[in-house]
């Protein structure tokens, strides 16, 4: 018998949910801000010339963008800086360049914009902090088994060298210690020299042979001084039982011209070829959250890394509304991360429960959402995992939730270790640990129960 096959014409076809053109990257036209209309090519690939004109106040702002926002829009941000800003203002021209500030309606609805340079209306009016908010949410700090190296995992640890960014994101999980202190949150401050730290970071690796992988962050160690960066890692290199290394920099995507600097280009050549003569992964992990930041400056500084033998770069973005909390935003995104900038797309974190973050943050039924809608769409081993980062647990695929109360948003998550302040803990693998979706995600009867009370 001969199969029929039924011929479905062109106007038949039903549309895919998501479907994929490949656009080619573009790097923004700087000159089109009138301050910036006589930079050069040369100015602009300058990291230095980078640093030096990053924008730290709205006077500054103001002087790149001259009439193009209003002035309601600056005493919105001056607003949110005296208010309820947790970070501090520092935005490398990098950074700004990929939004579209033509207007100040453009400049409001940017993504870029959302959570670079937040403003007081951005933030949510009835709950701008969950109740169980918290400055350091995943107990960093209260792990340290030396000043700023937290051993939370069994086989893995995060060595904090230094407490600044070239960039400050406005939803920083590490608000509580990284950047200048802000209006309404004086900072916690590294007490150790740089050099005793690291110190002492080695020698608790040296002594803990259990430990495996050391994600090399801050901060951001693109703040490190190269030749101080280089020294660290080469004595972590020198240790038998490392066998991974990541090193953590927003900068990539935020300051590219810092990685394309000659004299980082050839250090990390020669980490990387030690690390690849002693078998142990190196890789660097950017922070991208939404697709304009990724140009074709971004480009050639992960390609260039990968050339010189760094074995992966890959991104670690964050899950929040109004940038990139749809399926299109994200396959957007990591379609031109994997595809046109060699950058492979790993987790998408939920925003951290920490304090004025609310406006943020999606709960756990919707990154379920988005988890199942990213599907089927890129190569398995480019599809991020949407992760939830649970307070004492630490990072949980959203749908390993154990229990879930959708009316008041509460999530319950197990473990299967112990962290490093659970070890004489008998009930620590037994218990549940609760997370709790954003008030304004909830249906009236959950959003007045947590009005009524004190939960």
């Known amino acids: 018998m001969t199969a029929i096959q039924e011929t479905v014409s062109p106007a038949d076809t039903l549309e895919q949910p998501y479907e994929y ?71 490398p021209p990098q950074m700004l360049n990929t939004m579209n500030l033509d207007s100040t309606e453009a400049c409001y609805a940017d993504p870029v914009r959302r959570y670079m340079l937040p403003v007081r ?32 995992y069994p086989t893995k640890v995060l060595a904090e060298l230094l407490s600044t960014c070239p960039q400050y994101c406005g939803h920083c999980t590490r608000m509580d210690l990284v950047g200048n202190s802000t209006e309404q949150v004086a900072k916690h401050k590294l007490a150790l020299k740089p050099v005793d730290r690291q ?18 962050s801050g901060g ?7 030749h101080q960066l280089e020294s660290f890692l080469m004595r972590l290199l020198d240790i038998e039982t490392v066998r991974d290394v990541r090193l953590a920099t927003k900068a990539l995507a935020g300051l590219p011209q810092h990685w394309l600097q000659p004299r980082v280009v050839e250090g ?24 304009r930041s990724v140009t074709p400056l971004v480009a050639e500084a992960a390609r260039t890394a990968l050339e010189v033998g760094v074995r992966d770069v890959r991104n670690q973005g964050v899950l929040m509304r109004g940038v990139n909390a749809t399926p299109a935003a994200l396959l957007d995104l990591c379609f031109a991360l994997q595809g046109e900038a060699n950058i492979l797309p790993y987790y998408f974190y939920m925003c951290d429960m920490i304090p004025n973050a ?50 008041r948003g509460i999530s319950y998550w197990t473990k299967n270790y112990r962290t490093g302040i659970e070890r004489a803990d008998p009930e620590a693998l037994d218990r549940r640990y609760p997370y709790y979706d954003p008030i304004s995600t909830l249906p009236e009867s959950g959003r007045r129960w947590w009005a009524a009370a004190d939960h």
């Open 21 to 91: 053109v490949r656009t080619e990257l573009v790097e923004p036209d700087w000159r089109r801000f009138p301050g910036w209309r006589d930079v050069t090519q040369t100015q602009w690939r300058d990291a230095q010339w980078q640093r030096v004109h990053c924008l730290r106040n709205s006077r500054q702002l103001r002087a790149v963008l001259g009439d193009l926002v209003d002035d309601r829009f600056y005493a919105d941000l001056e607003a949110d800086q005296r208010e309820l800003a947790t970070m501090s203002m520092l935005l």
């Open 121 to 152: 209306s951005d933030r949510d009016p009835r709950w701008p902090s969950h109740p169980h908010s918290a400055r350091d949410s995943l107990h960093e700090a209260e792990m340290w088994v030396t000043e700023g190296l937290t051993h939370r």
């Open 199 to 216: 110190d002492a970071i080695i020698d608790y690796l040296r002594r803990t042979p259990g430990v495996r992988d050391v994600v090399v």
């Open 220 to 226: 951001d160690v693109a703040n490190v001084p190269w």
């Open 268 to 291: 990390l050549a020669r980490v990387a070829g030690t690390a690849n003569r002693r078998g142990v992964n190196l890789a660097i992990h950017t922070h991208v959250n939404h697709v």
């Open 358 to 407: 609310e406006h943020w943050r999606v709960a756990v039924f919707q990154a379920q959402e988005l988890q199942h809608a990213i599907m089927g769409y890129l190569p398995g081993y480019a599809t991020p995992r949407i992760v939830c980062d649970v307070p004492y647990v630490g990072k949980r695929w959203v749908h390993q939730v154990a229990e879930y109360d959708r009316e």
